[in-house]
Nanobody, 127 residues
Framework: QVQLAESGGASVQAGGSLRLSCAAS????????MGWFRQPSGKEREGVAV????????YYIDSVRGRFTISRDNAKNTLYLQMNNLKPEDTAVYYC????????????????????WGQGTQVTVFS
């Protein structure tokens, strides 16, 4: 079955960096649009970044653009999120997700069409 496993979450001081990874198995990885989402405690989940199946196109929410970089290695079935200049408001559980149907970027930030999700990894940014 499809499995997505995030790793790399940690507690870090504001201004620091982290790199999250998401290892995928049980799917033809290069056929899937991949996304990173996050959910702060007590708040709704939001899309953070999305990348097309071959990695040629990416989109970010405004609050992370210029600080976060989404990338993928299709040879390793792995998705990454490089997070720089972290802020306390980035504190959340971060999830990776896979989407195989429809336009990769249609309503992506709402999670539309993402049928597979990981268990999440906690990122805590303290000031």
């Amino acid at each position: 079955q499809v499995q997505l496993a995030e790793s790399g979450g940690a507690s870090v001081q504001a201004g620091g960096s982290l790199r999250l990874s998401c290892a995928a198995s049980g799917l033809i990885y290069s056929n899937y649009c991949m996304g990173w989402f996050r959910q702060p405690s007590g708040k709704e989940r939001e899309g953070v970044a999305v990348i097309s199946p071959l990695g040629s196109d990416t989109y970010y929410i405004d609050s992370v653009r210029g600080r976060f970089t989404i990338s993928r290695d299709n040879a390793k079935n792995t998705l990454y999120l490089q997070m720089n200049n972290l802020k306390p408001e980035d504190t959340a559980v971060y999830y990776c997700a896979a989407r195989s149907t429809g336009n990769c970027f249609n309503s992506w930030a709402q999670g539309l069409g993402f049928g597979y999700w990981g268990q999440g990894t906690q990122v805590t940014v303290f000031s």
